[in-house]
C-alpha cells in the first residue's frame, strides 16, 4: 500500500479493513509534519472515531503519532514466548450445553443444583436458570471431564468429584482422580485414585462425611488393574479396593441404602474400547451385593429371574421408601427392566421394550422415586421415560434435548428434577411437564473450529449433537449475543467448512457418507456427497468407502476452487462437489481385524463412530497445490508432489501405531512440514510430535 502525504487538518485514510482479509491490516495516517500539540492530535482522533465505531475493532497503532526518527527504527524482536504471555482466552460463544453424566441437588434446598459435563468441568445454580463453573482453575488436575459428583448428607458443603465419565464413546476423556471441597466448591483438593481415568459413581455416608466409596471403570481402552470400588474411611486421603473382578471389569453402578449404608448394590461391567471399536459385556458383568460395608460382596447375577446369558451394563436403583424393592435395567439378549421386592433375592422382569435399552452401553440407567417405589425413570436417546406402575409401562417427558443420561429427584418435593442429556443440565419444578433451558451454560464439546475471510472474521464448528453453527468473532455490543450464531453445514463431528470468497456456503459432513453443502441466504441443504449410497449401520468391512465419524474436508489454500475430502482415500472436486475425482489409493493399513462389528457379544453398534480405519489428516501446501500430505487415523502418513498421480509412504520410524490428527505444511518452505499424532486409544497418553525438512 502506497501512502500518500497529506495536507492537515484533513487526514484520510488508506484503509483496506472491510474488504476480505484473514490477516488483520493495520490502518496508516502520514501528515505534512509532526504533530506537536495535542490539540490538533484530538482533532486527529475524533476524525477517526467518527468514521471507525472502535467498539468491534481491535486497537490499531496508529504510527503517524510517532516522531518520525522513532517510526525509522526497527523495533527489537520479542521472544515468541513472550509474545504468546500476552494472549488471553475469551468465551466467545455460543451458549449451548454439552453433554452431562452426572448431576446432584442438595436436599433441605430445592434450589441448589450441581452438574457435571464430559468436558467443561463442574457447574453449579442456585435457581435452576442460570449456571456458574466452579471448577476453572480451581481443580489441582488437568481433566475437565467429569463422571460423577456428590453431596455429604451430614455436611452439604462438603462435596466430592469423580473425574472421566463412564459413557465410554471413542472420544471419551479420561479424568485424574478424586477431588474434594469443604466449602461447596469454592475450593478444591485432590483426594486420590489419580490412575482411575473413568469414575462412574461415587457415595458418601450418609452420617460420615469421611466414608466414601467410589465406582471406578478404570483405564477404558485397555485391561486395568484400576477398575472396581473403592473405599475410603479418612475423607480421600487413603483409599482400599473393596471389589474387584477382573483386569476387563469395571464397576458402572455403585447403588445405597439410605436407611442402612452399610447395604450397598454394584454392577460391574466387563468393557472394553479399542480405536476401532467397542466390546460391551462378558463374564465378568454382574450384579453384587454387600451388607457389611463392603467387606463382603456376594454375585447375585444368577438369583431367580435375572438373565441366564451375557450380560452387558446394567443400571441398578433402591426404592428409599421400600428398600427391600430394587429395580435392575440390563444389557442381555433376554433383558429389560427387572424388579425384585425381596432385596435382590429373587428377581421378576416387568418390562423388555427396547426403547428402554438402545445404544446400552451409552445409557442403561434407572432412579426409582425416593417416596413412591412404583414411580420409575429411565433416561435414553430420545427420552426421559416414566413409569408409575412399577416398571411395567413407560411414557415419554420431553426434557429439552435427546440422549438422556441421569436425573437426580428431589427426596423433599419429588416433582423437582435435575436432568443431564447431551445438550446441558436442565430442571424441572412439575414433575417433568417444563424444563428449564439448555441454553445457558457454555459447556459444548466442538471437535474442530474454522474461520473465515470476513471482518471480523467469522469462527465455525460442530457439536458433539447439536450440529455446526458459524458466528462472529467479536460483536458491537460486546458480548457475543446467542443470536448472532447461525446454522451451517451439517453434522454434529464435522468440519464446517465456509466456501472462499462467499462464507454464506459451507460444507460439512454427517454420518456415514453424508456430505452436504448448505447455502445460509436460502436454508438450502444439498448433497455433495462422493459417493452418496448412505448404508447406515455397516462395519467397517462391509463399506466401499469408509467415511469416518470426523473426516478432513478443506479447500486448497493455493487454489481456492480445489475441495477435498477423505475416505480410506483422498477425494477432490474442481466444481464445489458437483462431481469428484479419487486421487489416491487406500492410504491405511487396510488390516481385516480392525474393519469387523463393533459392539461386543450382546448388541451391535454401529453409528458411525467406529467407521476405521481412514485417511484422518489432510493438508495441502499453500506454496503448492500440488504438495498434499495424508495421515491415517491407524498411524501412517503419505505425501504426494504431483497432485496425487503418486503417493509415498513418509512415516515417521520413531512413530508408532497411533491416529495422526494434524499435519501443518510450512507457509515458507515446501520440503517442511509439521504433525501430530495421539495414542489415547493405545492407552498411551504421552504427546507426539514431528517435524521434517525433506519431505518425509
Known amino acids: 500500500m502506497q501512502l500518500t502525504q497529506l495536507p492537515l487538518p484533513r487526514a484520510r485514510w488508506s484503509l483496506p479493513l472491510f474488504p476480505m482479509h ?17 490539540s490538533r492530535r484530538i482533532q486527529i482522533m475524533k476524525n477517526i472515531l467518527s468514521f471507525v465505531n472502535v467498539r468491534a475493532l481491535f486497537i490499531f497503532v496508529i504510527i503517524a503519532l510517532l516522531p518520525a526518527a522513532a517510526r525509522s527504527q526497527k523495533p527489537a524482536s520479542l521472544p515468541s514466548q513472550t509474545l504468546m504471555s500476552k494472549l488471553k482466552w475469551r468465551c466467545v460463544g455460543p451458549y449451548i450445553g454439552g453433554r452431562v453424566v452426572t448431576v446432584t441437588g442438595v436436599p433441605g434446598n430445592n434450589h441448589l443444583f450441581y452438574a457435571g459435563t464430559v468436558g467443561g468441568g463442574v457447574w453449579k445454580s442456585t435457581d435452576g436458570a442460570e449456571w456458574e463453573n466452579i471448577s476453572d482453575g480451581k481443580l489441582p488436575g488437568p481433566s475437565a471431564s467429569i463422571g460423577a459428583i456428590a453431596v ?23 479424568g485424574d482422580g478424586l477431588f474434594k471441597s469443604t466449602d461447596a466448591g469454592k475450593t478444591w483438593q485432590y483426594a486420590g485414585l489419580r490412575d482411575t481415568h473413568s469414575i462412574s459413581a461415587i457415595l458418601v455416608d450418609p452420617k460420615d462425611p469421611n466414608v466414601v466409596y467410589v465406582a471406578s471403570l478404570g483405564h477404558v481402552f485397555a485391561p486395568d488393574p484400576n477398575r472396581g470400588v473403592f473405599k475410603s474411611t479418612d475423607g480421600g486421603k487413603s483409599w482400599t479396593k473393596i471389589l474387584f473382578v477382573d483386569n476387563d471389569t469395571g464397576a458402572i453402578c455403585l447403588v445405597m441404602d439410605p436407611g442402612n449404608p452399610g447395604s450397598m448394590y454394584a454392577a460391574m461391567w466387563e468393557a472394553i474400547r479399542r480405536p476401532w471399536g467397542l466390546s460391551s459385556g462378558g463374564p465378568g458383568s454382574g450384579i453384587y451385593k454387600t451388607t457389611d460395608g463392603g467387606a ?58 427396547m426403547k428402554l435399552r438402545q445404544r446400552a452401553f451409552y445409557y442403561m440407567t434407572i432412579y426409582v422415586d425416593p417416596k413412591d417405589p412404583n414411580t420409575v425413570y429411565a433416561p435414553e436417546v430420545d427420552a426421559l421415560w416414566v413409569s408409575h406402575d412399577g416398571g411395567r409401562t413407560f411414557t415419554k417427558l420431553k426434557t429439552p434435548h435427546g440422549d438422556n443420561h441421569v436425573v437426580w429427584i428431589n427426596p423433599d418435593d419429588t416433582k423437582i428434577l435435575l436432568e443431564g442429556n447431551d445438550g446441558g443440565a436442565t430442571v424441572s419444578t ?73 462464507p454464506k456456503i459451507t460444507y460439512g459432513s454427517g454420518y456415514y457418507s453424508i456430505f452436504v453443502k448448505h447455502d445460509q441466504r436460502t436454508g438450502e441443504f ?45 477425494f477432490r472436486s474442481d466444481d464445489y462437489g458437483a462431481t469428484w475425482n479419487q486421487i489416491s489409493p487406500d492410504l491405511t493399513r487396510n488390516q481385516p481385524n480392525t474393519e469387523i462389528p463393533s459392539g461386543g457379544p450382546i448388541d451391535l453398534d454401529q453409528s458411525g463412530a467406529e467407521v476405521y480405519p481412514l485417511v484422518s489428516a489432510l493438508a495441502v501446501s499453500s506454496l503448492d497445490a500440488n504438495l498434499i500430505w495424508a495421515g ?14 503418486s503417493w509415498q509412504k513418509v512415516t515417521p520410524p520413531g512413530l508408532p501405531e497411533s491416529s495422526i490428527n494434524c499435519i501443518e505444511p510450512s507457509h515458507t518452505d515446501k520440503q517442511t512440514a509439521y504433525l501430530t499424532a495421539r495414542r489415547y486409544m493405545w492407552d498411551d497418553f504421552k504427546p507426539y510430535v514431528f517435524k521434517t525438512t525433506d519431505l518425509g
Open 22 to 38: 484473514r490477516h488483520v491490516r493495520y490502518a496508516y495516517i502520514r501528515t505534512s509534519e509532526d504533530l506537536k500539540n495535542s
Open 152 to 174: 455429604a448428607p451430614s455436611n452439604p458443603n462438603i462435596l466430592y468429584v469423580g473425574t472421566g465419565e463412564a459413557d465410554i464413546r471413542n472420544t471419551v476423556i479420561p
Open 296 to 353: 463382603h460382596w456376594t454375585n447375585i447375577s444368577r438369583n431367580s429371574g435375572l438373565p441366564s446369558g451375557v450380560l452387558g451394563r446394567i443400571g441398578l436403583s433402591i426404592a428409599a421408601s421400600k428398600p427391600e424393592i430394587v429395580y435392575a435395567i440390563i444389557q442381555a439378549k433376554d433383558g429389560g427392566v427387572f424388579r425384585s421386592d425381596d432385596a435382590g433375592a429373587t428377581w421378576k422382569r416387568v418390562n423388555e421394550e
Open 430 to 502: 412439575d414433575g417433568g411437564k417444563t424444563w428449564s433451558t439448555v441454553h445457558n451454560q457454555p459447556t459444548a464439546q466442538f471437535y474442530h473450529v474454522n474461520i473465515d475471510e470476513q471482518f471480523p472474521y467469522h469462527i465455525y464448528g460442530a457439536q458433539q449433537d447439536e450440529g455446526s453453527f458459524e458466528g462472529p468473532s467479536s460483536h458491537s455490543g460486546g458480548l457475543i449475543p446467542f443470536g448472532a450464531w447461525r446454522e451451517v453445514a451439517y453434522g454434529e463431528s464435522t468440519y464446517a467448512v465456509p466456501q472462499p470468497g462467499d
Open 526 to 570: 444439498r448433497s455433495v456427497s462422493p459417493w452418496p449410497h448412505y448404508q447406515e449401520g455397516l462395519s467397517s468391512g462391509e463399506l466401499k468407502y469408509r467415511f469416518g465419524w470426523t473426516r478432513p474436508i478443506l479447500f486448497s489454500p493455493a487454489n481456492p476452487k480445489q475441495l477435498f475430502t477423505t475416505a480410506q482415500c483422498v
Open 632 to 645: 491415517s487415523d491407524d498411524g501412517l502418513v503419505h505425501v504426494t508432489t504431483d497432485g496425487g498421480k
